[in-house]
């Protein structure tokens, strides 16, 4: 407990930030499309610059953490989140505010790498799922911050006022880190340093491991839904097809935070106790994605009883987040001076899948007129969710088919 309070919560405030950042415009997502006049494919845009930043930074976060350790990353990428939530606090127009998305997820980007790669140098390796997984529920609070409480005092503060108070907490949080964490464990040596070129290239076995080609897919499927509809779609989902108005649909994405907080912590912990006991962790997100797959037939027959919905939505995130576990299973397939690496590859894999699919799904609901009360037609949610779930099956065969030499 004394590492955990000294080493890992201590980062757990970035992967708060991260939570915020991502649910934040599924509330005040109708805002600022009414504020700035957008479709919804430039909604899917503005919600993707996030997770194409987030994307793009994370081979070289990744390599940064295995070379210059994670207080020093952190502290920089926390204040770099800091200057991106000013910049949307602060935006004139939807440009502007493209921008500070862009750089806000640059800033949050390593939350989820710093504490596995921490928890590599600080824990046995059978315990790393269980400690990301723990880490993870904690920062999840920042989810359950930007539904029913931000909801609450969007009337007073206003969306800016949200992006304000999302500064503030960055800025904390990068005086924690610097103050608590420690450079490296006791009597622990550095990495041997060689050429950039050769760390870089480190990356090419890592895409070309027969594990990760054989996962990769399913699992950043699986992962990615949860992103890209917390991240946008839930809210307008549960507008459009649910028929909610803003306080039921807080409650309802308060519902799909909870989920990710439990599916986190409870699938950590069942997969370091499998793993303790001989069995294979990596059974954890193989029922996570069975279960993502049932909640999406249930959500395309669109049930209108809330508490339907509430299970639904809360099945489908905890299912999906299950993902940090087969990071943390195929990170111990390298040497531990790659853990970084192997945890940003996965989740480039993953992001970028992200980025794909938030602005498909805005294409394809701009096939059909906007209705009458300026939301998108509930047939084209329901042919978006049969799409990923196509999708998923193609992934599953492959993950089924995919060669399995030196796995």
């Not at 890592?206 to 779609?233: C, D, E, K, M, N």
């Amino acid at each position: 407990m004394r590492t955990f309070s000294r080493v890992t919560l201590p980062l757990t405030a970035v992967v708060f930030l991260n939570q915020a950042g991502r649910i934040v415009l599924a509330v005040v997502g109708p805002a600022l499309a009414l504020e700035f006049g957008l479709s919804a494919s430039g909604l899917g845009a503005l919600a993707a610059a996030f997770f194409a930043a987030y994307a793009l930074a994370q081979l070289p976060i990744g390599l940064a953490f295995d070379l210059y350790g994670v207080r020093r990353v952190q502290v920089v990428l926390s204040l770099l989140a800091a200057l991106g939530f000013l910049l949307c606090a602060l935006a004139p127009d939807a440009l502007v505010l493209a921008a500070g998305r862009f750089v806000s997820g640059i800033g949050i980007a390593g939350a989820l790498i710093g504490i596995m790669k921490s928890g590599a140098q600080w824990y046995p390796p059978h315990r790393l799922a269980a400690v990301t997984g723990a880490a993870i529920f904690i920062g999840a609070v920042g989810g359950l911050a930007t539904t029913v409480p931000v909801q609450a005092v969007l009337p007073l503060i206003g969306w800016r006022g949200t992006f304000l108070a999302l500064t503030l907490l960055a800025c904390l949080g990068a005086a924690w880190i610097h103050l608590s964490v420690p450079l490296a464990p006791p009597g622990a040596r550095p990495p041997p340093r060689r050429r950039l070129g050769a760390e870089i290239a480190e990356f090419g076995r890592i895409f070309a491991h027969p594990r990760f080609l054989r996962f990769t897919p399913a699992v950043a499927l699986a992962s990615g839904l949860v992103f890209t509809y917390q991240g946008l779609w839930a809210g307008p989902w549960l507008r459009d097809v649910a028929g909610l108005g803003g306080e039921p649909r807080a409650t309802i994405l308060l519902f799909y935070a909870l989920g990710m907080m439990c599916g986190s912590l409870v699938g950590g912990q069942v997969a370091s106790a499998l793993q303790h006991r001989g069995f294979d962790p990596m059974l954890v997100p193989f029922a996570g994605m069975a279960l993502i797959a049932a909640a999406q037939l249930g959500l395309i027959l669109a049930p209108r009883d809330p508490v339907a919905l509430a299970a639904l939505w809360f099945c489908f995130a905890a299912s999906g987040s299950t993902g940090p576990v087969a990071y943390a299973a195929l990170a111990q397939r390298f040497p531990p001076e790659l853990t970084g690496r192997v945890a940003t590859a996965m989740n480039f894999s993953m992001l970028a899948l992200v980025f794909v699919l938030q602005n498909l799904i805005g294409v394809i609901l701009d096939l059909w007129p906007r209705t009458a009360a300026g939301g998108w037609d509930p047939a084209g949610y329901g042919w978006a969710l049969g799409l990923t779930l196509a999708l998923q099956a193609l992934a599953a065969f492959w993950m089924l088919a995919a060669p399995r030499r030196a796995d």
